[in-house]
């Protein structure tokens, strides 16, 4: 079976410092692991993918990713937050036997405050 | 380029009452997707259609039916309405049911049922 967790239901940062959000996984052979992100009364936006390769995945706005087979871990981070990144952050994992299958955390709300 | 487009964008019903959610997308993806976003509990996936002329179940199914149209069109269906269904819904697309591409998605239906 496949699942993400996001422990954190929000995470407070201020502006210029680095954050992180964190999301584990657990899935049956290879991870295909997804960052979204939601503004408020829209729909959710992909930021980066981590398919195979480098374990530090780059994504939008300046947002990377790092993969940690061991922890079964894949954390959204930005080494300086904006207030504009404000919103609600999703990480997906795709179902490995049926790729039309995503499961989703659910959710953390960052914070950024000026 | 208008992406992925639902309407209506806010729907009001009471128990009983059907209606239709309407989904469009104009980047000649294959796989389309219906998602309800409830609070705390991330997306959760409604049905799906890998391909014009398919359909299939996702997690949550029941009491809804839905409709690929053509390529470009997947409408969601409530016949009977229930206050469990008050949810935001979001339609979604993806060039292909492979482990690269991502969801894209529509600003979603805000349906209250009352």
């Known amino acids: 079976a496949q699942s993400v967790a996001q422990p954190e239901d929000q995470v407070n940062v201020a502006e210029g410092n680095p954050l992180t959000v964190k999301c584990t996984y657990s899935v049956s052979g290879n991870p295909y692991l997804f960052w979204y992100v939601q503004y408020p009364n829209r729909g959710l936006q992909f930021l980066l993918k981590?398919?195979?390769?480098?374990?530090l995945v780059k994504g939008s706005y300046g947002f990377e990713a790092e993969f940690n087979k061991s922890q079964t871990s894949f954390h959204l981070k930005k080494p300086s937050a904006l207030v504009s990144d404000s919103a609600l952050y999703f990480c997906?994992?795709?179902?490995?036997?049926?790729?039309?299958?995503?499961?989703f955390g659910s959710g953390t709300k960052l914070n950024v405050k000026p | 380029n208008a992406g992925v487009t639902q309407t209506p964008k806010f729907q009001v019903l009471k128990t009983g009452q059907s209606m239709t959610l309407q989904c469009a997308q104009d980047?000649?993806?294959?796989?389309m997707y219906w998602y309800r976003q409830d609070p705390g509990m991330g997306l959760r996936l409604i049905y799906y259609s890998a391909s014009e002329g398919t359909t299939d179940k996702g997690e949550v199914p029941n009491g809804y039916n839905v409709s690929r149209l053509n390529k470009r069109e997947f409408s969601l269906r409530l016949e009977s309405a229930a206050p469990s269904q008050t949810s935001v819904y979001f339609c979604a697309s993806s060039e292909q049911a492979s482990g690269n591409s991502p969801l894209h998605f529509g600003n979603g239906t805000r349906l209250t049922v009352t």
């Open positions: 980047m000649n993806h294959n796989s």
């Open positions: 997906a994992v795709r179902d490995a036997n049926n790729f039309n299958k995503f499961y």
């Open positions: 981590y398919i195979t390769g480098d374990n």
